[in-house]
């Protein structure tokens, strides 16, 4: 299983408008068919750059999914946010691979 990160420093100008935008665009990032969830989380550590700081984590079916999302949808949704938010918004993106997961069994 991979998870493909997206991690975004928002300007506070247009914070608001953007976790609006955000949780719109999440939903079309999974319609795509190549991920099964999304977490969007709020980075709580400060950054000496202000702003605001939160990480998207889709979680891929696959390597071949994720591969399949760069080759096939990845450029048009990105536009998205460029073309609404353009130099207010600094991103990065990471790939990681989940090697084991572990839950609390209370019983």
């Not at 990160?5 to 608001?16: F, G, K, L, Q």
């Not at 949780?23 to 991920?35: Q, R, S, W, Y």
């Not at 390597?63 to 130099?87: I, M, S, W």
Request: net charge negative.
């Amino acid at each position: 299983m991979i998870i493909y990160n997206v991690t975004s420093n928002i300007d506070e100008s247009i914070h608001a408008d953007w976790l609006t935008w955000i949780k719109a665009h999440i939903p079309k990032v999974l319609a795509t068919g190549k991920f099964d969830k999304a977490t969007l989380s709020k980075v709580l550590v400060e950054e000496d750059m202000g702003g605001v700081t939160y990480s998207v984590q889709y979680r891929s079916y696959s390597r071949e999914a994720l591969d399949a999302y760069y080759r096939d949808d990845a450029d048009k949704l990105r536009a998205e946010g460029l073309q609404k938010f353009a130099d207010k918004i600094l991103s990065f993106r990471t790939e990681l691979e989940i090697v084991d997961e572990y839950t609390v069994n209370f019983t």
